[in-house]
């Protein structure tokens, strides 16, 4: 059992209310069940579901807090994680940054966020893709790679003060890499959707099947300054790690891009190109997220980036009381407005300039400027006259999203990932749409013989 209804959530978390003698108590359910096809070297290697509900309670005494988990949900392990958290709270510090928990809020259901039928992808559905992924390379004496999971969850939690959520989801997550026999090529796609329906192994797979034979015999080029394309992949590697900074504690404490010298923040000042439009909304069609954040306020449409403008700070209920500001919820999903141009309508569009796969172990390197470093991967190509000339051997770059954003000269067709836990999200991964992205000036700073 790993998925339970909104009904069979709400007995056990009622219970666990009632259980509790505390100022207050939040008890919170989680349930997955990831189906998955791992395959390398053009066979599989492993396969399997895996399932699992957990149960957390915290109470709080005062600024007492404390905090028991539990996977068991008869009365008696009810009781006893209860009493867990009840003594952990007694005996630890009081937080200076507690906040009670919110009273009863209304949540807009977010019901696109689950598909049915990628609830119930089957073992032989996971046993094709993998088939469909390897087939064509073996035939083709390439070699493949890859990982297919599919991902049923749903969250519920209830809080002493009346406030009650429920929320399911799905998403299909896909990424394969092909490499030649010798190594010497190597593509890669990756595809991430909430409805398998929107999702086919035989033409994303050909795509990297195509990267793979295009990346042979790369050639050496000089780094410095390039025109590039960056596939919404890459553009989404780097604009994430940007993003982690719109926190407002950190911009006021002078930690991050948005603090001003002197002191202030950003808020409102143009730093992008006017092209660029960032938002958030939980109930987009193609992104749709849990209608609560990490605190349980209630999401809503945000402008974060109007016209280049910085519109929205994430703020914590703390640091929002603290700086006498609203604290709307931190947001669940970053939708990037782009054109209506493919990634090969760029390049057709393109005098002169680099084609970027992939970015790859993407590090920061100064957190004020948000300057990163990190390696293309995968398939990088040298672009003349509008056409794939030639691949090119992989590079390091010294690139900061905010420079990169004010050097756009064109924005294609969104796509869909998601980045890790942790930041705005609230803990939860994070679905983007981020556009294929034409950037001038894009720099380079030397050569990778890495494929």
Known sequence: MSMLSEKQAREILDKVIELSKADECI????????????????????????????????VA?????????????????LARVVSRAEELA???????????ALGKQDYKASDPAFVKASAEVSPEYRANVAAESIEPCRKDDLVAAGFFTDNTSFSAFATSTGNFGYHKSTTV???????????????????????????????????????????VDAKAIEPGKYTV??????????IGFMMFGFDARQADEGRSFLSKKGGGTKMGEQLFDKRINIS???????????????????????????????????YSRFWAKKQEKDAPAQPGNILIAGGSKSTDQLVADTKRGILVTRTWYIRMVDPQTV????????????????????????????????????????????QRSTIGGGGPGGGQPIVMMTPAMKIRDFTFTSLSDAV
Request: one cysteine or more.
């Open 173 to 215: 997550d896909f990424t394969c890499t092909v490499r030649t026999d010798d190594g010497t090529g190597s593509g890669w796609v990756n595809r991430n959707v909430a409805d398998v329906a929107q999702f086919d192994a035989k033409s994303e797979v050909a795509r990297a099947i195509s990267k793979a034979k295009g990346s």
């Open 27 to 58: 008890a919170t359910l989680t349930g997955t069940k990831d189906g998955n096809v791992r395959f390398a070297l053009n066979n599989v290697s492993t396969s399997g579901i895996v399932s699992d509900i957990q149960l957390a309670v915290q």
């Open 229 to 238: 394309i960056l596939e919404p992949a890459a553009a989404s590697g780097l």
């Open 61 to 77: 005494y005062g600024k007492r807090v404390g905090v028991a988990t539990i996977n068991e949900f008869d009365d008696a392990s």
């Open 280 to 314: 958030a909304d939980p109930w987009d069609n193609e992104a749709p997220v849990q209608p609560w954040d990490g605190e349980n306020r209630p999401r809503n449409k945000i402008a974060i980036v109007k016209d280049g403008k910085i519109n929205y700070m994430n």
């Open 90 to 100: 007694k005996l630890a510090p009081e937080n200076d940054e507690f906040m009670p």
């Open 371 to 414: 300057l990163l470093t990190g390696l293309t991967r995968d398939g990088t190509f040298y672009i003349e006259d509008g056409e794939i000339k030639y691949p090119i051997k992989n590079m390091r770059f010294n690139e900061s999203p905010v420079i990169m954003l004010n050097n756009v000269e064109e924005l294609g067709l969104p």
